[in-house]
């Protein structure tokens, strides 16, 4: 079963930051926190993971609290092409462990 | 890179037939995934190789499913026969692992029609 908690669903005005929360109370200490997203009719695509320090990239930034229970995806500039389902994803990083996945976030970017 | 190759991109078929779906890993990844997609149940593992020995195969939904990785670029999952609720879009992903991190990467999927 997937060890996150997301919103169903989110909206967010064109050019505006898109702020996706997502919560993962029983995540272990050494469990990363991995964010994919899935446009319609593609494959999941990676876009960012951390493990407590905040992360940015090049598509979007990772902010995950000091106890770690929760964390925030943001895309600062959203378009329309960044809408897709938002999967939050709590995975340990040693070997090959698989990613699980929950319902993840429909966002819908309006004009 | 070519990133994950998947073929066929779409294949309808009749129920009883045999479908084997085909997946070239990211080339030098040594962790192979096979995924599920379905509107009622999600993104679902099937199973998973690591130096293309099968680690875990718990979620292959029944004895019709196999899959094979005969070598480190080339996996096939089959299924024999079909029916129409294997209906889906199967997705083979890839990683290297390693120390900092093994980002799984997608293919873009198979889209499966049984009638």
């Given at each position: 079963?997937?060890?996150t908690t997301q919103p ?14 997502c ?65 939050c ?13 929950g319902?993840g976030t ?6 | ?115």
């Open positions: 079963d997937a060890k169903t669903s989110m909206d967010c005005a064109e050019g505006r930051a898109a702020n996706l929360p919560n993962h109370s029983t995540i272990s200490g050494n469990e990363y926190v991995y964010w994919y997203r899935q446009i319609h009719s593609q494959g999941p695509q990676y876009i960012i993971h951390g493990l407590k320090n905040n992360e940015t990239n090049e598509m979007a930034s990772l902010i995950i609290t000091e106890d770690r229970k929760s964390s925030t995806l943001i895309l600062p500039h959203a378009t329309l092409r960044d809408t897709a389902v938002y999967y994803i709590v995975r340990a990083p040693s070997g090959n462990t698989p990613l699980v996945f319902k429909r966002l819908s970017v309006i004009a | 890179d070519a990133g994950v190759i998947q073929s066929p991109r779409h294949e309808v078929t009749e129920m009883g037939q045999e479908v084997t779906l085909r997946c070239k890993p990211i080339s030098g990844h040594n962790s192979l995934f096979w995924y599920r997609q379905t509107m009622m149940r999600g993104l679902e593992l099937l199973i998973y190789f690591n130096n293309n020995v099968p680690i875990d195969d718990s979620g292959m939904p029944e004895d019709r499913f196999s899959a094979k990785m005969p070598n480190a670029s080339f996996s096939t999952l089959k299924i024999q026969p079909s029916e129409p609720r294997d209906s889906a879009v199967y997705f083979c992903a890839s990683s290297l692992t390693g120390i900092s991190g093994n980002t799984i990467y997608f293919g873009e999927g198979s889209w499966l029609t049984v009638v």
